[in-house]
């Protein structure tokens, strides 16, 4: 075999190694995560409505965006493969509904969730609490899922939030709200220590960025007491990011 040839075979057989071994990344929850991706001009159309070829709105507009963005953009020889699966509106009992479609069936390395602000939402308009240990084990059944078709998955846990801002902050249902996030809170604490998994504490950020900025608003960073601001979504990437534990 001629020598420069056998070079330039190995070179090219290891660029495709290289880019066969990157991260498969899926990101799962509600509007936060959403931010209208695939050019959605519902919504809260499903993943099989949506534009998966158009790259101008691939990721949608949010924090999603600005983290996958961050390593596509530094780690190109990396092969990293990232899907937005946010759908707006969505609970918990949303996302299980579309779990095989939306996440098994994309068989992702890496799985990242934010979940529970609609289901806090619901729950305050039912007139109810919600059942904390019933939410936990759909979380963890659905986690499992993941684990039984792939061992080595990796989970990303984000946790919900709230603002006391905008007409959810000055509702007088604003301490029940705040009081059923915490407690979602607890819940993604403990299946993080249970799955090893990487937990992004958004509440902590979103209270700290507040308190931090007393000359500001809070809905320069949260402004409809769920929803974040463009500023606060780069500040929620900023974390994703420290704490994903994606970089190798």
Excluded at 145 to 151: A, E, G, T, W, Y
């Amino acid at each position: 075999m001629n020598k420069r040839f056998f070079i330039t075979l190995c070179i090219c057989a290891l660029f495709v190694i290289s880019m066969a071994k990157g991260k498969r990344v899926l990101f799962i929850g509600d509007s936060i995560t959403d931010g209208a991706w695939g050019n959605s001009k519902v919504w809260n159309a499903s993943s099989d409505q949506r534009d998966q070829n158009d790259m101008n709105h691939i990721y949608g507009h949010g924090y999603m965006m600005i983290a996958a963005s961050y390593f596509e953009a530094l780690y190109p020889e990396e092969g990293w493969t990232f899907w937005n699966r946010g759908i707006s509106g969505n609970t918990l009992d949303d996302l299980a509904l579309r779990w095989q479609n939306d996440v098994l069936n994309l068989d992702p390395d890496v799985v990242s969730i934010l979940v529970g602000t609609n289901d806090v939402e619901q729950a305050l308009n039912d007139g109810r609490t919600i059942d904390v240990q019933t939410w936990d084990k759909k979380l963890r059944s659905l986690l499992n899922d993941v684990k039984k078709q792939k061992p080595m998955v990796k989970f990303v846990l984000c946790t919900p939030f709230v603002a006391k801002t905008g007409w959810r902050g000055e509702s007088d249902n604003y301490p029940q709200r705040q009081q059923m996030i915490d407690s979602l809170v607890e819940v993604f604490v403990g299946i993080c220590n249970d799955y090893n998994a990487s937990l992004v504490p958004f509440h902590t950020l979103v209270a700290e960025a507040i308190a931090s900025t007393p000359y500001l608003p809070a809905n320069y960073w949260i402004w409809d007491g769920i929803h974040p601001t463009p500023a606060m979504h780069y500040r929620m990437a900023q974390m994703w990011i420290s704490n994903s534990e994606l970089v190798y």
